[in-house]
């Protein structure tokens, strides 16, 4: 129940978490699960079960929660649980670190993608997440995604069908970016994106012991993100405000 309104409803999203990440993000409040690769291995028919199993309590989706090192195993589960009866929306929940060819395999299979958008500035991507080139990754992979599936689609309950749905992260001192995020979003993707400008960011494992990011955010960085938001354009916002 801790995903946005559209994923969880009030039936709860099926969050199924893999361990390890494409990212090495140094502020990750996951850092236990997404820095250690050393994890119980699922079979396919495994993951399979736990898929049908949330379908039956009731999970209005299946969220594959950091799934870009793992596309092929979920692959092979989901064709299992698909001929055994899944029909619920599909979400990629990813942390926008995409090669578009991987995604491109993926077209027709995922109902829902939602990418983080971390940062726009691809020197704090290296540093902070040691991801060179981030965002030009981002960049494409959010394209090709909204290619696939378009702006967000709702029910009359407010539940999400199908289409993209971007995280952002606001950071202390803007090394995030906000600003450039919001409007590439508003001018490149579409001003009906929905965006989650999300303010819990706290420090974590190393980013303790930077003073760029060894902060929370204030009130003040969180309205100002907002206004850029709206500023560009955008006007389906997630947000406390």
């Not at 129940?1 to 199924?16: D, H, K, N, Q, R």
């Not at 999970?59 to 009866?85: D, S, W, Y």
């Not at 069908?161 to 606001?170: E, M, S």
């Not at 490149?188 to 400008?197: A, E």
Request: glycine fraction near 8%; charge should be negative; charged fraction near 25%.
């Amino acid at each position: 129940f801790g995903e946005e309104a559209p994923l969880v409803g009030y039936s709860g999203s099926g969050t199924i978490f893999f361990r390890s990440c494409n990212l090495l993000c140094s502020f990750c409040q996951n850092y236990d699960i997404s820095h250690d690769p050393e994890g119980g291995e699922v079979a396919p028919k495994e993951l399979a079960v736990m898929m049908l199993s949330l379908q039956r309590r009731g999970c209005h989706n299946i969220n594959f929660v950091t799934p870009t090192h793992v596309v092929p195993q979920i692959l092979q589960g989901l064709l299992i649980a698909i001929e055994h009866g899944l029909i619920v929306p599909l979400v990629y929940n990813t942390g926008g670190y995409d090669k578009v060819e991987t995604l491109k395999i993926l077209d027709g299979i995922f109902d829902i993608y939602m990418p983080d958008f971390k940062f726009w500035d691809a020197k704090w991507a290296e540093k902070f997440c040691e991801a060179p080139n981030y965002r030009k990754i981002a960049v494409a992979a959010i394209k090709e995604m909204h290619r696939q599936v378009g702006d967000l689609v709702v029910d009359e309950s407010g539940i999400a069908l199908k289409g993209l749905l971007v995280r952002h992260l606001i950071m202390p001192n803007d090394v995030a970016g906000t600003r450039e995020i919001m409007e590439f979003l508003a001018e490149k993707i579409s001003k009906d994106t929905y965006v989650n400008v999300m303010d819990q960011y706290h420090p974590c494992g190393k980013a303790m012991r930077d003073e760029a990011i060894n902060r929370r955010i204030t009130r003040t960085e969180y309205i100002n993100a907002l206004r850029f938001a709206k500023e560009a354009g955008l006007h389906r916002l997630d947000s406390l405000l």
